[in-house]
């Protein structure tokens, strides 16, 4: 038990066992960060009209294009995630650590 408190610090709680030993509680959190991401959509709506101008031994091509395109940005903000973990060491009497639990990550 020593050993585990000279290593990890003081536990966050303690709780008897029962048995006159001591349960040593380490709760851990933090906050991670997922990126944001954002998507553009573009939609267009036109029209494309050609004509072809034709003579002997000449030939006239004209295309005219018109219309509008619209744009439109969804953003997903960067989003906060909360982790916990929780380390359990049970010690007897004589501070030799006899079971522990992990939960979390």
Do not use: F, K, W
């Given at each position: 038990m020593n050993d585990l408190i000279a290593s990890w610090g003081p536990p966050t709680?303690?709780?008897?066992?029962?048995?006159?030993?001591?349960?040593?509680?380490?709760?851990?959190?933090?906050?991670?960060?997922?990126?944001?991401?954002?998507?553009?959509?573009?939609?267009?709506?036109?029209?494309?009209?050609?004509?072809?101008?034709?003579?002997?031994?000449?030939?006239?091509?004209?295309?005219?294009?018109?219309?509008t395109a619209n744009s439109y940005t969804t953003y997903n903000p960067p989003t906060p995630i909360n982790i916990s973990r929780q380390r359990m060491f049970w010690a007897n009497s004589d501070g030799a650590i006899y079971r522990w639990s992990w939960k979390g990550l």
């Open positions: 709680q303690t709780m008897s066992d029962g048995s006159g030993g001591q349960i040593l509680i380490y709760d851990q959190s933090r906050t991670i960060v997922l990126p944001g991401s954002s998507t553009t959509t573009t939609n267009y709506n036109g029209t494309t009209n050609g004509n072809v101008y034709a003579t002997p031994g000449y030939a006239n091509y004209n295309q005219n294009t018109s219309g």
